[in-house]
């Protein structure tokens, strides 16, 4: 029987996997996933990155969730608490109590890149995701002669749209400096390549999920805005709770230590048969070997990794995204922003009638094209990586994928819609990298430019 007067949470999942669903966060809960997780991270991350073990403080890219009330008092929202519930964790961040207050994401935003561009001596950026960390320097790109002009002046730009107190009080943690600003105007000036260690000379890290679908993010991020600064990908986790943790911080390639205290672990084998194999627990599982994972938590919700199959192939997410690349690479010019897929099935009259095959999206800097050949690369690139997906292609039981180039900045609005639609915090949405909902895939061809 769930009482209201107890101290819990009904939290939603993201929908990444399939559809939203409430799970009851208690406690306990809470309890094992700090223990099994955070704590057990928190020391491989100071053995990995003893710098980190100092008085420096963190810019934490969070966002206050908003939550609604079941019929028996108890809140509904994403699981995740704001570092202003704790005034003692507030001591270890950049970023203002007032400031969390404040309901816009692209405001809270704009004030996180403000006060963390006012302390030269940040240590760690943090986020739940590579991709918050990346839309983070986004912004700072498009709005760093704003924020210059903030810092100089000991001001909060009049664009925020912030309550009258709120505003008050951050104005009062304000003061001009006219030598950081000149000192960040001449480092913007010089370009965004590494500008992370540039902005913060003693930065050590940057802690955020690269892994899964945050691993594009991650890589454009090293890449770019980020380059020279170690990366730690804790967690292998989800709403529905702790899956596992990575205690190889400094591995390039990332691997996670499952918690079967945490989750129950199921392994379906990827093989090509007619029939759907049966499950294996743990201990049946043969090194080297390619499985789909499937949980199931405490609260007896199952789910299954983000698998593309319409012929029974399973696709995983990590094969697919391997495919894309060696394709890209092999289009002049091209620069991979974004992707994801849709199974034809889920398309309708959207796209006529045709074998089932693949719908891919991608967004791409460097080309305003693509011909006929770039796109069959895709598949031939798959088949070269997938057998399985080669011998349903060589008999005909899968078409050729289709590949549909979309507009500049697709992806971000398309994150907006699903994040309006779901109800999902900013801290806990992950991209689809398998596009369920027809609505989602029908957005993107409706941007599709190519």
């Not at 990794?305 to 995983?316: C, N």
């Not at 895709?378 to 050729?400: E, H, M, N, P, W």
Request: hydrophobic fraction near 40%; aromatic fraction near 10%; include cysteine.
């Amino acid at each position: 029987m769930i009482i209201a007067d107890k101290p819990l949470i009904l939290a939603m999942t993201s929908g990444t996997s399939g559809a939203s669903a409430m799970l009851l966060s208690t406690k306990d809960t809470n309890s094992e996933f700090f223990l099994q997780g955070v704590a057990v991270c928190l020391d491989a991350m100071a053995r990995a990155f003893p710098a980190t073990d100092s008085l420096q403080r963190t810019t934490k890219f969070f966002y206050s969730p908003t939550f609604r009330q079941s019929e028996a008092g108890i809140p509904i929202g994403p699981n995740s608490s704001t570092p202003a519930s704790s005034r003692h964790m507030l001591n270890l961040y950049t970023t203002p109590a007032p400031a969390f207050e404040v309901p816009s994401e692209k405001d809270t935003l704009y004030l996180h890149l403000l006060f963390a561009l006012k302390d030269p001596s940040v240590g760690t950026l943090e986020s739940n995701f590579a991709s918050t960390v990346f839309y983070a320097f986004s912004a700072l790109q498009d709005r760093w002669q704003e924020l210059v002009e903030d810092i100089e002046r000991g001001k909060v730009s009049s664009a925020l749209a912030l309550e009258p107190a709120v505003r008050s009080s951050l104005e009062a943690l304000m003061k001009p400096d006219p030598e950081r600003a000149a000192q960040l105007r001449a480092l913007f000036q010089d370009g965004f390549r590494g500008i992370a260690k540039r902005l913060w000379p003693h930065l050590h890290l940057v802690l955020a999920v690269d892994s899964g679908s945050n691993q594009i993010y991650g890589e454009m991020l090293r890449e770019n805005y980020c380059q020279g600064v170690p990366f730690y990908s804790p967690f292998y986790a989800a709403t529905e709770g702790l899956i596992g943790v990575n205690l190889w911080p400094q591995e390039p390639n990332r691997r996670y230590l499952l918690c079967p205290r945490s989750m129950f672990c199921e392994f379906l084998p990827e093989r090509l048969e007619e029939e759907a194999p049966h499950t294996l627990l743990m201990e049946e599982v043969t090194e080297g070997q390619n499985y789909e994972l499937i949980i199931t938590n405490a609260s007896g919700l199952f789910r299954r990794g983000q698998m593309l199959s319409v012929r029974g192939e399973k696709v995983s997410e990590a094969l697919f995204l391997d495919a894309l690349k060696k394709a890209v690479a092999l289009w002049p010019g091209a620069q991979l922003v974004d992707y994801c897929c849709a199974e034809s099935g889920i398309m309708g009259d959207s796209i006529g009638g045709s074998d089932p095959h693949y719908q891919v999206f991608v967004e791409l800097k460097g080309v305003r094209n693509l011909s006929e050949e770039q796109r069959y690369r895709l598949d031939i690139c798959l088949q070269q990586d997938s057998a399985v997906y080669r011998s349903f292609r060589s008999k005909g039981s899968i078409g050729s994928m289709r590949v549909q180039l979309v507009a500049q900045g697709a992806f971000k609005e398309l994150r907006e819609h699903m994040m309006a639609y779901s109800n999902t915090s900013p801290n806990t949405f992950k991209m689809h990298r398998v596009l369920r909902r027809k609505e989602y895939a029908d957005f993107l061809l409706g941007k599709t430019v190519s």
